[in-house]
């Protein structure tokens, strides 16, 4: 693997972050978010962790997936599996039959972080738009 996937794939999990910040404050009451840059990656990366856990959890508990963090792991520093340790990990026969999974994990989290910006809005600004 080269430097491209891993940080790809760093992208991809603090995108929830930067959705939520998105659509968390109402951006037509200022035409600038002056928010220090430090600051709005934090929240971001924070919320990021959150919504990913939450919905790592609930894929675990209720739909009976399996987290390896090995293979976690081994996708960020870009190590390669050998083909025999590949035909151990029914994680890789799985992706074989089901390829979308991971897409359909990277937008439930998105998802989940515009419900929660839009949740978070409405319970501080009551009525408001």
């Known amino acids: 693997m080269n430097i491209a996937f891993p940080a790809v794939l760093l992208f ?10 998105r659509f968390f404050q109402a951006r037509e009451i ?19 962790v959150v919504v990913n856990a939450l919905v790592m959890y609930v894929a675990i508990c209720w739909a009976g997936y399996q987290f390896h963090l090995g293979e976690f792991l081994r996708l960020f520093i870009g190590g390669t599996s050998a083909a025999t340790e ?25 998802v989940m972080a515009i419900i929660a910006a839009s949740f978070w809005r409405f319970a501080v600004c009551g009525t408001c738009q």
């Open 86 to 110: 590949v035909a151990l990990f029914p994680i890789y026969r799985r992706l074989n039959h089901f390829p979308f999974e991971p897409f359909w994990f990277f937008f439930a989290t998105n």
């Open 12 to 21: 991809l999990f603090l995108s929830p972050g930067f959705v939520f910040h």
């Open 30 to 48: 200022r035409a600038a978010d002056l928010t220090p840059f430090s600051s709005t990656v934090l929240m971001a990366t924070t919320v990021a």
